[in-house]
């Protein structure tokens, strides 16, 4: 199956991609963890939990992406079932504060798929896009009843 390339001119589930209000905290050793799993797992995507409150990402939870797959991701079950224990014992939850995982060949959105199998429309969505290697772009969204909005993403030091 191929990753749907959208935009927002021509996908009217994309048609709020100006950031809210909502913004979601992030530490720059945390988000260097997340694009150097998704180097070390490309060209499959990568994916993982984020655990935290109040949009303040405080664990970010690496896990296996059970598809093996570089068009699509499935968090392996195992992986998912202990980082929300986890999340649970920390008093984060019932849902995790986010959901990451990796574009490797598309753009920084969320493809048709990603839409469709959101299944935490408490959870925010990152996406790291690796088209350009070098330089990868991460953006995040809210995604509710195939509705997509985006919320800004604020990296701060350790």
Not at 70 to 75: E, G, H, Q, S
């Amino acid at each position: 199956m191929k990753r749907a390339s959208s935009s927002p001119s021509t996908d009217p589930s994309l048609a709020d991609l100006s950031p809210g209000s909502e913004v979601l905290v992030l530490r720059r050793d945390d988000l260097e963890a997340i694009i150097a799993q998704a180097r070390a797992e490309y060209p499959n995507e990568a994916c993982g939990l984020l655990g935290g409150r109040g949009g303040r990402v405080e664990r970010v939870y690496p896990t296996r992406n059970a598809l093996n797959s570089p068009v699509r991701y499935r968090v392996a079950e195992e992986d998912l079932l202990a980082a929300l224990l986890d999340m649970e014992a920390r008093g984060w939850g019932p849902d995790p504060l986010g959901i990451y995982h990796s574009h490797p060949h598309g753009p920084e959105t969320p493809s048709a798929t990603d839409v469709a199998e959101s299944f935490y429309p408490d959870s925010i969505y990152l996406i790291v896009s690796h088209v350009a290697r070098e330089r990868p772009v991460i953006r995040a969204f809210r995604i509710v009843e195939g509705q997509v909005r985006e919320i800004m993403v604020q990296i701060v030091p350790v």
